[in-house]
């Protein structure tokens, strides 16, 4: 196979550790499958606060859109919560997801059967529950302009933001779910609060349209967001995908990341469009677990979400279905074979760190 | 006692049906403890749409002002789905909350004992859960302006709203939730996303300014939505006061509502500012569950929030703590008692309908 560009941004907190550890499964591709790739390492985050005075550097942008797909740890930490809102760590990953028109996060959450336990969930509420949160990335409340505080003229102060979408970035996304229902249970649920939100309203008006014209075979059901928390905490095995705004979609993928109860264990991938000459479609694949700066440095962080945000990349970014599988397929039996992290630890299993966790992989491989 | 002016506004769905039941405890309340009390009733939501043509007359919403307290049921369906924006039934609802200045929305999360079982999370998980969300409930984007669905001037249609507050908005429901945690476990969880959010970015701060300037003594936790939507799943014993924006508050509220496994055991009280002139402040009370159209005329509502509603409407608008106590002490022991209405139904126990068990808590009383 051809080079392909990889540009690796560990970022701050486990973000090095994991990805450490995802590097040596990065490494077993090219020597075993052939698949070589050619790989950056780049600064994100605090780390690039520190060394390069901003959460991610304009060069750091520019090899991000050279490359073929972005691998992603995590950003942010106590150390850097008291910077103005202009530089804080997370901007590093906004501002990729804008650049790089990264507009579809898919962010599976999937119960795997040795670990249905693991839950807080009543294990008969959660076995076998697989959901495919659809989140849109580049609108909403997050970029809406204007936006700011300000005093205003009597004095007070006033925090304002402008959620605002346009029909267009609408469709986009619902298609991305859509067409990921067809080749899953062929379910989507849309989620926003269209009785409330003039944005909501034209959401919900839009998904329709979409349905209605091009996907009729697809089930579609209208779900207010304050009802979806309540349904993904009583009965999430109801859902198949879930269609979201930038906000709802922030909020619910991790609701419904954390009842697998293995949040540990959750890859995700953000995808852009696919450009009509070329083919081609930015990508950026990261854990949905955050930096984790309590357990950071330890060498307990569990690094399966890493890895696994590789296995997504082999798969969405270059198609390489059999490699991906082989991925998941090592992280499964690792797992059958007792080990456990300190994050989905159980009774009667091996309790391990994050290198003799990756180590394992490597080696089921 | 002098007369006590209430209006009663059964509204949609099993609204009527349950607030039929708690008649029965009010009732009660006047022939046995002698609290007599002068009762209104209104059309709110569809029932209003329907007979007076708008999801709320203005001469309600006098009544309403005029009132010492509101008793409010439920509004929506899907008969009214189709209606435009400014019709929709949700309006009966959000114009009280506006236009009597109900800002701070108390949404209490308990575990009962005898009903750990029936949540969907493990009994060790939720067991003695109880958790007080406080929601402010007339600003942010429920309300902001400009909002609107709009053609842009390339022709895309445009859905947009405002999110919006101002610091004296944010101070007075923070010093609600800070009075709050004062009686309970003196701890106050704040939510918002600081990390994104301009308005987000104001509410923590001026959130930390009333902690340090009038709550030292009460433990302040700021945490991101996405973060607490987690932590409710996955450890809500944590928990004691979460406050929350309109829309947070919302979305967590309800997921805070779902894990005790019992919505249709759970009141909720929305309280206005204290006048300072009468010591009066207005004050309407409503159970979390909706309208419920699926199950409504049969007869199976449990009817259990509503009468809570109406116990928490002796606490908090006329101090008649010892009646408040009667009526959450009858509905515990109908509980103890092994009689359940269909959503709490647990094997070895009496299924009900709504009746028998408004019934059964008269007679206990
Ligand atoms: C880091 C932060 C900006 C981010 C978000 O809110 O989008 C995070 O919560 C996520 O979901 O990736
Ligand atoms: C009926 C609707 C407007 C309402 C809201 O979103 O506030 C409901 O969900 C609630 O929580 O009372």
Same mark, same amino acid.
């Given at each position: 196979? @051809?080079?392909?560009?990889?540009?690796?941004?560990?970022?701050?907190?486990?973000?090095?550790?994991?990805?450490?550890?995802?590097?040596?499964?990065?490494?077993? &591709?090219?020597?075993?499958?052939?698949?070589?790739?050619?790989?950056?390492?780049?600064?994100?985050?605090?780390?690039?606060?520190? /060394?390069? $005075?901003?959460?991610?550097?304009?060069?750091?942008? /520019?090899?991000?859109?050279?490359?073929?797909?972005?691998?992603?740890?995590?950003?942010?930490?106590?150390?850097?919560?008291?910077?103005?809102? #202009?530089?804080?760590?997370?901007?590093?990953?906004?501002?990729?997801?804008?650049?790089?028109?990264?507009?579809?996060?898919?962010?599976? /959450?999937?119960?795997?059967?040795?670990?249905?336990?693991?839950?807080?969930?009543?294990?008969?509420? *959660?076995?076998?529950?697989?959901? &495919?949160?659809?989140?849109?990335?580049?609108?909403?409340?997050? +970029?809406?302009?204007?936006?700011?505080?300000?005093?205003?003229?009597?004095?007070?102060?006033?925090?304002?933001?402008?959620?605002?979408?346009?029909?267009?970035?609408? /469709?986009?996304?619902?298609?991305?779910?859509?067409? %990921?229902?067809?080749?899953?249970?062929?379910?989507?649920?849309?989620?926003?609060?269209?009785?409330?939100?003039?944005?909501?309203?034209?959401?919900?008006?839009?998904?329709?349209?979409? !349905?209605?014209?091009?996907?009729?075979? *697809?089930?579609?059901?209208?779900?207010?967001?304050?009802?979806?928390?309540?349904? %993904?905490?009583?009965?999430?095995?109801? +859902?198949?995908?879930?269609? $979201?705004?930038?906000?709802?979609?922030?909020?619910?993928?991790?609701? @419904?990341?954390?009842?697998?109860?293995?949040?540990?264990?959750?890859?995700?991938?953000?995808?852009?469009?696919?450009?009509?000459?070329? =083919?081609?479609? !930015?990508?950026?694949?990261?854990?949905?677990?955050?930096?984790?700066?309590?357990?950071?440095?330890?060498?307990?962080?569990?690094?399966? @979400?890493?890895?696994?945000?590789?296995?997504?990349?082999?798969?969405?970014?270059? =198609?390489?279905?059999? #490699?991906?599988?082989?991925?998941?397929?090592?992280?499964?039996?690792?797992?059958?074979? =007792? %080990?456990?992290?300190?994050?989905? &630890?159980?009774?009667?299993?091996?309790?391990?760190?994050?290198?003799?966790?990756?180590?394992?992989?490597?080696?089921?491989?």
């Amino acid at each position: 196979a @051809a080079n392909k560009k990889l540009l690796v941004l560990p970022g701050d907190g486990i973000g090095p550790e994991v990805m450490r550890e995802t590097r040596r499964v990065i490494d077993w &591709m090219a020597r075993r499958r052939s698949l070589s790739f050619e790989i950056e390492e780049g600064l994100v985050g605090g780390a690039a606060i520190e /060394a390069e $005075g901003a959460p991610i550097s304009d060069a750091t942008v /520019a090899r991000a859109k050279a490359a073929d797909a972005v691998l992603f740890g995590s950003v942010g930490g106590p150390k850097w919560d008291g910077l103005p809102f #202009e530089q804080r760590p997370e901007l590093g990953i906004l501002r990729l997801r804008k650049d790089l028109g990264l507009f579809a996060n898919l962010r599976p /959450a999937v119960v795997l059967d040795p670990l249905a336990e693991a839950s807080s969930l009543k294990p008969d509420v *959660v076995r076998g529950v697989d959901i &495919m949160v659809v989140r849109e990335t580049v609108g909403g409340v997050y +970029f809406g302009e204007p936006r700011g505080v300000e005093k205003a003229p009597d004095g007070r102060r006033r925090g304002f933001d402008t959620q605002v979408y346009f029909e267009d970035e609408i /469709a986009r996304v619902a298609r991305v779910a859509f067409d %990921l229902a067809r080749k899953r249970r062929n379910k989507v649920t849309s989620v926003e609060k269209a009785n409330v939100m003039q944005s909501g309203r034209l959401w919900r008006a839009v998904v329709g349209e979409v !349905h209605k014209a091009e996907y009729p075979d *697809v089930q579609l059901e209208n779900m207010y967001a304050d009802n979806c928390a309540m349904q %993904l905490c009583s009965r999430p095995a109801q +859902f198949d995908v879930i269609l $979201g705004d930038n906000l709802f979609g922030d909020v619910l993928s991790d609701l @419904a990341a954390a009842l697998t109860g293995s949040l540990g264990m959750l890859p995700s991938a953000t995808l852009g469009a696919v450009d009509p000459v070329t =083919g081609k479609r !930015h990508a950026l694949y990261e854990p949905i677990h955050g930096s984790a700066p309590d357990i950071a440095g330890k060498g307990v962080a569990n690094p399966c @979400a890493q890895m696994l945000s590789f296995a997504m990349l082999l798969r969405w970014s270059f =198609g390489f279905e059999e #490699e991906a599988r082989l991925v998941e397929q090592a992280v499964e039996k690792v797992l059958a074979g =007792g %080990l456990r992290t300190a994050d989905i &630890m159980q009774a009667g299993r091996a309790r391990v760190g994050t290198s003799v966790m990756g180590e394992a992989v490597v080696r089921e491989l």
